[in-house]
């Protein structure tokens, strides 16, 4: 069984920097593509950005594209996502996710995702 554990969360102000982590473990990390999502309270889940299986490609949401840079390092079973000029409207909780299906996609849809981590806060303050 996959376990996704996400780390780095917390209370920043407007125009501040946070970098999350996410460990996985049981499972061979290397043949996921790596998906990043959030949720606002009363909102639904939302992508914020993906990352194929070796680090090459990756995709944003609109809304974060140049602010927020997402990576991985297959040795240490880890990624993440490095965010910068962060705003009130980002946040959320933020969740890591595993699609094993990432060899022939790189999906932006949730439903895609088979393995999810319990989330972590990150709270922006203006």
């Known amino acids: 069984q996959v376990q996704l554990v996400e780390s780095g969360g917390g209370l920043v102000q407007a125009g501040g920097s946070l970098r999350l982590s996410c460990a996985a473990s049981?499972?061979?990390?290397?043949?996921?593509?790596m998906g990043w999502f959030r949720q606002a309270p009363g909102k639904e889940r939302e992508f914020v950005a993906v990352?194929?299986?070796?680090?090459?490609?990756?995709k944003y949401a609109d809304s974060v594209k140049g602010r927020f840079t997402i990576s991985r390092d297959n040795a240490k079973n880890t990624v993440y996502l490095q965010m910068n000029s962060l705003k009130p409207e980002d946040t959320a909780v933020y969740y890591c996710?595993?699609?094993?299906?990432?060899?022939?996609?790189?999906?932006?849809?949730?439903?895609?995702?088979?393995?999810w981590g319990q989330g972590t806060q990150v709270t922006v303050s203006s």
């Open positions: 990352i194929t299986r070796n680090g090459a490609g990756t």
């Open positions: 996710a595993a699609d094993p299906l990432g060899i022939v996609r790189l999906s932006r849809l949730k439903n895609d995702y088979a393995y």
């Open positions: 049981g499972g061979t990390f290397s043949t996921f593509a």
